[in-house]
């Protein structure tokens, strides 16, 4: 039994719809003649037959639409009788054949990525240039990318507070290497973080002596009334003051940006006070206090109390560590006289606090021993000028002789 | 309680904030703060420490006589002798 | 011990000696023979060597370019001059489908021992339809080889490894450069395969070729008094470009700046900073730089010709912009 | 719709001795059979891409190729099986190329329309219309620089005599007096369009004529005279006469490739030109010279039918070429430099 299949009728033809029968059951077909009339997609065709033989069945109806290879009709070769009851199935089977099997195209040798020159680490555009954003220390990071090459996860994870590695230690021991790890990781990204804002932001300070005695005798007395629990220290007092003056200084409380080529002045949406907590084993970390504005010195007390409780114990969630839009550095009741500190990069200002401490003070014409603090401002002086930055700090000083107006 | 058993308590809220801190090289007669690291914060959690466990009141202006260990001690060895 | 040339003396003599040398080498072209040579190169040429050898064509680049192909299968080693690049567009049916296909389609059986030389490049008033800079068309096409002698040394030593090169060798020579006259070294053999370090430097690393190579030593100059050490790289060869000279340039200076008179769209330079990307990625500290002339069909008036056209000024700039 | 009425069937007698009749009488039987076992190849889908068959056609190419030397240059054009075949070429090796297998005589890179071979000097074929014809000028310029006694000749048809490297190449040609044999097989289509739809001029020897280049006119379905104005034009451009042009006045039987509808002819005209068919008037001729018999024709038409079946055999039994090879000869390597 001969099987007719359609025949693949040109480069870009994968079908084609039969139009026209052009021989009938029992009709003998010659070499080349044509038996069938397909439509492809660009033109009606006249199909003929390469095999000989008399007509048996036909399969294909008229408008059927077929893939290649089909079986439209089947021929009794010559001398063949029809086998009994044989109703052999068009079932349409591409004939052609499948594009060659040919084995997977050899991949085509993939550039061998140069390895660094010696003593060059292979760090990625996008890892270098967040490290110095986040302020990490590229080279106590070992690269998990291409041969060995630092990449911007590498970095991000470097970024993050790390989940201290343990090991098969006693407690104490594991405490102590973890204690020390983390002091070594502070130090460098202090370091790193530090040594940008120097290179990048044009400092200016200014600085002014405030009397508080109107304001620790006004604390004493709230004091009193207060349980112990509730008792309220000078540097809540001074944290709210420094809020208030912000809210008529905004260009001293938001971020230096540097976006796609142009930088400038991003305002802060909130004022976040960064308080710069310093860890019992040495290093500094300026965990935020979200809207200081608005809240009450209580309220200030009791989320400064638990910043620091959380900050020494090594759990401070990641967004207060980021979204300070200004920081303020108290050195307290041990601390110096005075301090002008390094503004923390994006950040365009900061406020230093020194001891609060007796000190002679002119009052008209007299002497007098009163308890002063010398508050001092670092600004950014792409953003504002030293005349804008006193005024702040006047704005400080008067709010600091209201006491009482703070504590809403 | 006596003089040793409230110094304990005193050495153990001053651990609680200062884990680091050598107890047994502390002098008593030497000003506490010099030894110990403390800001104002610490200085005040370790005296909401000594009011929390001995129930004792300690108003700020007390704090003028809390230079030494011995004087916490005395002080509130007083203030608990005559509660 | 060297001598005194002009970049065109080099190539003259270069097509003197191979003429003498193999009889098989003739000089095919528009207006080669009795007039000399459109830029003079084959001056005298055909009172010496005859009508034979020097034949000038009718203007029918796809003629005698395909005429060329086939007497290199037939077994001569023709020098086809199309005058310019700009002509060689009629061409480029017989350079594609023909010089750069015969070898692979034949299955090995034939190949195309043909060198076309045209000029190329602008700089000189000519307006658009005689300023074009088309090497990246060329250098796109496998089956052939690219050549752009910019120094007095591979104008003469590049003829004679492409014509004894197997495939079709297509050498462009930028009309600028003709006049430009330097030493040359007694022993001025060089390769087609290999890019060249002409100044060494290790701020940045300007990578160019042709007449672009003039201006790139003039910006390095320049960078160099303002303390910017710049290594100027001259590929040299377009196809099959010396990946190898540029990644190790690169890994060197860490910064890149690709110098290139075509249009920056889908232009050779673009290429090169592909394969920098490719190769030296984690050696960069800023992105690779180009100059590459402004996309629009060189305008006539010299302004703005000059506007158009990459400069040193411009490779200056980009530098400074790079170096931050 | 123009009509190109066929003239007269050929006729007379064969002035040519029984063997050399025979021989290319089977070289005639012989391309017919092939590119049928083609068409039917393309329709089981084994043959791809585009396919020009030369059904038809075969008396200029069996004609014209035996009136030249094997050290004569050939250059085709898409349409080349033919030529390729009576060149000499092995039919498994042009029947392995359509598959695209390694055996193919271009290891299966070039296909139906890029047939090449260093042995016959073939060449190729070439896609490019008019592609050829400024090659065959640099061949003819080559043999001519290198005093050699070998021409070369130039198949390409009425389609190409539109482009400009028609009048680029005739021009060289005549103009350098170059030995170069320009056979253009007009058979009256480019593709879908009629001469007369696109050429002012028609007659193609006044074109030639144009370019001082001395041009004949046969017609190509007479295989006797095919081949004697073949060996005429040859001896002169072999003698320095310079180029010389052929029109062979031909017309093909099928489409112009795999598959088109034809719209652009009636199917009558078709009827009309196979009853000038070049086989059947060939054999009619020598039978009524007695140079033929029925059972010599069955007989070389069954051998003809043989040598397709194994050229079928020998490409279906063909391998791939391996990717391994894939970039192999984009360059000569050195060692096998011409």
């Known amino acids: 039994m001969i099987e007719f299949k359609l025949p693949s009728l040109g480069a870009d033809m994968d079908e084609g719809t039969l139009l026209e029968w052009k021989v009938d059951v029992g009709d003998t077909v010659k070499k080349g003649q044509v038996v069938a009339i397909v439509d492809t997609t660009k033109t009606a065709v006249d199909v003929e037959s390469w095999q000989e033989g008399t007509v048996h069945r036909l399969i294909a109806e008229i408008g059927q639409k077929m893939p290649v290879g089909t079986v439209m009709a089947l021929l009794l070769a010559a001398g063949e009788t029809a086998p009994a009851g044989v109703d052999a199935g068009g079932t349409p089977r591409p004939a052609s054949e499948a594009a060659p099997a040919v084995p997977a195209a050899a991949p085509a040798a993939a ?19 967040h490290a110095e954003e986040k302020g990490v220390d590229l080279d106590s990071l070992t690269g998990t990318g291409p041969h060995g090459a630092v990449t911007l996860e590498d970095v991000e994870r470097a970024a993050a507070p790390r989940p201290v590695p343990t090991v098969e230690k006693s407690a104490a021991e594991k405490a102590a290497v973890q204690q020390a790890a983390r002091a070594a990781d502070m130090r460098k990204t202090i370091a790193a973080a530090m040594s940008r804002s120097k290179r990048e932001i044009p400092h200016y300070y200014v600085a002014e002596d405030i009397p508080l005695a109107k304001a620790l005798t006004w604390l004493q007395a709230a004091n009193a009334q207060r349980p112990m629990a509730e008792r309220l220290l000078p540097a809540a007092l001074l944290l709210k003051a420094v809020a208030m003056a912000l809210k008529r200084f905004p260009e001293l409380n938001g971020y230096w940006r540097q976006e796609n080529g142009n930088a400038g002045f991003v305002p802060g949406a909130a004022i976040n006070l960064g308080v710069a907590i310093s860890l019992r084993q040495g290093g500094l970390i300026a965990p935020a206090l979200l809207g200081a504005d608005g809240k009450s010195l209580t309220q200030l007390m009791q989320e400064l109390t638990d910043l620091v409780k959380r900050t020494r114990a090594g759990s401070l969630r990641s967004s207060e560590m980021s979204e300070a839009t200004i920081t303020v550095t108290n050195l307290g009741d041990q601390g110096s006289n005075s301090v002008f500190g390094v503004i923390t990069p994006p950040q365009v200002a900061l406020v230093g606090f020194g001891r609060i401490a007796e000190r002679p003070w002119a009052d008209n014409g007299g002497l007098k021993v009163l ?26 000083n008067e709010l600091l002789q209201r006491p009482e107006e703070l504590d809403k | 309680m006596t003089y040793s058993e409230i110094r304990a308590v005193a050495l153990a809220t001053l651990l609680s904030i200062a884990p680091e801190v050598e107890v047994d090289e502390l002098r008593d007669d030497r000003t506490l703060r010099s030894q110990v690291d403390l800001d104002s914060m610490d200085w005040l959690n370790f005296l909401l420490g000594l009011h929390e466990k001995l129930k004792v009141e300690i108003p700020e202006a007390d704090y003028a006589k809390l230079i030494t260990l011995n004087d916490v001690v005395t002080y509130l060895q007083k203030k608990l002798g005559a509660a | 011990m060297s001598r005194k040339l002009s970049y065109r003396e080099a190539m003259r003599e270069a097509m003197h000696e191979a003429l003498t040398n193999d009889p098989r080498v003739f000089l095919m072209g528009e207006d080669v023979g009795m007039y000399g040579g459109t830029y003079a190169f084959s001056k005298g040429f055909l009172a010496e060597f005859g009508p034979e050898r020097i034949r000038d064509t009718p203007l029918s680049e796809l003629g005698f370019v395909g005429a060329g192909i086939g007497a290199a299968l037939g077994g001569m080693r023709p020098i086809v001059e199309v005058m310019t690049v700009n002509f060689s567009l009629l061409a ?43 090497e990246g068309w060329y250098a796109h096409i496998p089956g052939i080889k690219v050549l752009a002698p910019a120094t007095i040394e591979d104008a003469r030593g590049m003829l004679a490894p492409a014509l004894r090169d197997p495939d079709p060798v297509v050498i462009f020579e930028h009309a600028a450069l003709f006049n430009m006259e330097g030493e040359l070294p007694d022993d001025w053999s060089v390769d087609i395969s290999s890019a060249k370090v002409r100044r060494a430097g290790k701020d940045v690393a300007i990578i160019t070729h042709g007449g672009s190579l003039p201006k790139a030593l003039a910006a390095a100059e320049t960078l160099a008094a303002e303390g910017i050490s710049a290594e100027v790289v001259d590929l040299r060869v377009l196809r099959l470009l010396d990946t ?22 889908g232009s050779l330079a673009a290429e090169v900073m592909a394969r920098i990307m490719e190769n030296a990625f984690f050696e960069l500290d800023a992105p690779v730089a180009r100059v590459c002339s402004e996309e629009v069909p060189i305008p006539y008036a010299r302004h703005l010709e000059e506007a158009a056209l990459p400069q040193p000024e411009k490779i200056v700039a980009a530098v400074q912009e790079m170096l931050g | 719709m123009t009509d190109h009425h066929a003239a007269a069937p050929p006729a007379g007698p064969v002035p040519w001795k029984k063997d050399f009749a025979l021989k290319l009488l089977a070289d005639m039987v012989r391309i017919r059979r092939m590119e049928e076992k083609a068409a039917e190849m393309y329709g089981a889908g084994k043959i791809r891409g585009f396919l020009h068959l030369y059904i038809g056609e075969e008396a200029t190419a069996v004609g014209a190729l035996h009136a030249l030397s094997p050290e004569d240059n050939i250059v085709a054009t898409y349409r080349e099986h033919g030529h390729a075949l009576v060149r000499g070429m092995d039919m498994g090796a042009i029947m392995a190329e359509m598959y695209g297998k390694r055996e193919g005589c271009a290891h299966g890179r070039g296909g139906s329309m890029h047939l090449f071979d260093k042995a016959t000097r073939l060449f190729g074929g070439n896609a490019i219309v008019g592609g050829g014809l400024p090659l065959a000028v640099g061949l003819g310029l080559a043999g001519k620089m290198q005093k050699e006694q070998r021409i070369t000749a130039c198949f390409f048809g009425d389609g190409a005599v539109a482009e400009g490297a028609f009048h680029e190449s005739l021009n060289l040609a005549a103009l350098w007096k170059l030995p170069v044999l320009f056979c253009c097989e007009n058979n009256l289509f480019g593709m879908g369009t009629a001469i007369e739809r696109a050429e002012s001029q028609t007659d193609l020897c006044v074109k030639a004529a144009s370019y001082n280049m001395p041009a004949l006119k046969v017609d190509g379905m007479d295989i006797v005279a095919v081949h004697e104005v073949t060996k005429q034009a040859a001896q002169r451009v072999r003698a320095g006469e310079g180029p010389l042009f052929v029109e062979y006045q031909t017309y093909r039987f099928r489409a112009h490739s795999m598959f088109d509808a034809e719209l652009y002819r009636q199917k009558a005209e078709v009827e009309e030109w196979k009853t000038r068919g070049p086989i059947h008037t060939f054999s009619a001729r020598l039978k009524a010279g007695d140079k033929l018999t029925e059972e010599e024709f069955l007989a070389l038409d069954a051998s003809a039918n043989a040598e397709v079946d194994a050229a079928v055999a020998f490409a279906e039994a063909g391998t791939w070429e391996p990717l391994e090879d894939l970039l192999k000869d984009v360059h000569t390597p050195a060692e096998n430099a011409p």
């Open chain 3, 92 to 134: 480029l049916d017989q350079i594609v489908n023909s010089a750069a296909t015969f070898r692979h389609m034949s299955g090995g059986q034939f190949s195309v021992p043909l060198v076309i030389r045209m000029t190329t490049g602008a700089g000189r008033q000519l307006a658009a339809q005689h300023s074009h800079s088309l």
């Open chain 3, 244 to 265: 190898a000279t540029i990644a190790a340039s690169v890994a060197k200076c860490h910064r890149a700046v690709v110098v290139d008179e075509g249009w920056r769209t």
């Open chain 1, 371 to 396: 308890p002063v603090v010398t508050a001092s401002l670092s600004a950014d002086h792409r953003v504002s000028d030293g005349h804008r930055g006193a005024l702040f700090l006047i704005e400080l």
């Open chain 1, 111 to 129: 550039p061998a990525v140069v390895a660094a020159a010696p003593g060059r680490r292979m760090i990625s555009p996008a890892a270098r240039k």
